[in-house]
């Protein structure tokens, strides 16, 4: 990875923590791009994060190594894992461990994560 992956965050927001953890477990080099939320309903914004939802539209990647842009933090995990973690120190690759944490990552971000914020 020679470019600084580019985040985008925000203050009061949970998500974009949970992808933070990962660069950093990963020792990856990033840019915290910190977005206000006077900026998250200008179409600038919105084109990049279509569920246009103030506080939950973050945290946000750009990768320029490879060229994608992702949204969604469980998303955004699962590529840093998949494209970076190549020890495997974060994950697993054995059946069915590999898959017992995707469902782990899953009730996070759709259960657990939206009722506790």
């Known amino acids: 990875m020679s470019q600084p992956i580019?985040?985008?965050?925000h203050a009061t927001g949970l998500n974009p923590w949970k992808v933070t953890i990962i660069l950093e477990e990963l020792g990856l080099k990033y840019e915290?791009?910190?977005?206000?939320?006077t900026e998250m309903k200008k179409p600038a914004f919105e084109k990049i994060y279509p569920n246009g939802r103030l506080e939950y539209s973050v945290p946000?990647?750009?990768?320029?190594?490879?060229?994608?842009?992702?949204?969604?933090?469980?998303?955004i995990i699962v590529y840093l894992?998949?494209?970076?973690?190549?020890?495997?120190?974060?994950?697993y690759t054995s059946t069915p461990e590999r898959y017992h944490l995707k469902r782990w990552l899953h009730f996070q971000v759709?259960?657990?994560g939206p009722y506790w914020g």
Request: a negative charge; hydrophobic letters at 35%.
């Open 81 to 91: 894992i998949d494209r970076y973690d190549t020890s495997a120190g974060l994950t």
């Open 60 to 75: 946000a990647i750009e990768d320029p190594n490879t060229g994608i842009l992702l949204w969604e933090s469980g998303a």
């Open 6 to 9: 580019i985040l985008d965050s």
């Open 32 to 37: 915290n791009k910190s977005l206000e939320l």
């Open 110 to 112: 759709s259960g657990q």
